[in-house]
């Protein structure tokens, strides 16, 4: 069979044991690189990172389109499976690695609270990130459109606003601390992926009068941030110096 690694793939890559994770400081990184780091201290596990600059195209390069045809961070390379397996897109990032949350400290062992997960993770995945991401290119594109930023703007707000409904408990009686789970809610890998996205709403040109709107959400993000692994997850580990 071929190999996965490409000639010019970089070395740090191409010999690295165990879990690799290829990445960049982004909101797409930092949701898996803020999973690891939970599983660092729920139960020791270790990996290893490459960092690339995107801003060079990096992830264009044929090395990096064998391991993701989709050319975009972060991969997780696991070289504990024969031949090494990778793994594409955030949200089955984070699902594959769910692999090592033996006691669900992350996750769920009940099958409607994981289905509940899922629902929130895939919501995010597919309703707020492709928004929050188009609000912020068009913000900084060089041609300004009024029109997509207005649209981008008002969507990303609009799904904060679910998820204000949900934390708020306003149909259900329950407010939550989580997105998902019983009762109050449990940290999960829910959380993790719609977390690193949502704490940069400043970037979206929100005002602290439109965000006092989602007061739940303020008190989540925050709530979220104090986790030392979350701060880990986001911190100086992962930036290029
Ligand atoms: N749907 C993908 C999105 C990944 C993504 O957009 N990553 C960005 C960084 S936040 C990237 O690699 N951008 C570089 C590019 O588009 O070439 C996922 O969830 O993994």
């Known amino acids: 069979m071929q190999s996965i690694f490409h000639p010019e793939t970089p070395a740090d890559v191409k010999n690295a044991t165990g879990l690799h994770l290829v990445t960049e400081n982004t909101p797409n990184g930092q949701k898996v690189q803020i999973l ?16 690339i600059d995107t801003g060079t195209n990096e992830q264009k390069k044929d ?4 391991l993701n045809p989709n050319g975009r961070i972060p991969i997780i390379i696991d070289n504990t499976q024969s031949p090494p397996f990778t793994v594409m897109e955030t949200s089955a990032e984070l699902l594959y690695l769910l692999r090592l949350d033996r006691e669900h400290h992350f996750s769920f062992e009940d099958e409607l609270e994981q289905s ?32 997509a930023i207005e649209r981008f703007r008002n969507e990303t707000y609009r799904v904060f606003g679910v998820l204000e409904l949900q934390l708020s408990g306003k149909y259900t009686g329950q407010p939550k601390e ?35 709107e989602y007061p739940h959400v303020l008190k989540w993000v925050e709530r979220i941030a104090e986790r030392p692994a979350v701060q880990r997850g986001i911190g100086e580990r992962y930036k290029l110096s």
């Not at 995010?124 to 900084?140: D, E, I, K, M």
Request: aromatic share 20%; charged share 20%; glycine share 12%.
């Open 178 to 212: 989580f997105l998902a789970g019983n009762g109050k809610g449990k940290f999960t890998i829910a959380d993790m992926g719609t977390w690193a996205w949502i704490k940069n709403w400043r970037q979206g040109g929100y005002t602290d009068d439109e965000m006092a």
């Open 36 to 51: 690891l780091e939970e599983l660092a201290d729920a139960y020791g596990t270790k990996w290893t990172t490459t960092l």
């Open 116 to 147: 509940e997960l899922l629902q929130w993770l895939i919501f995010w995945h597919g309703s707020g990130a492709p928004y929050q991401g188009n609000l912020r290119f068009f913000r900084c594109a060089q041609e300004q459109s009024t029109f």
């Open 63 to 66: 090395w990096f389109l064998s």
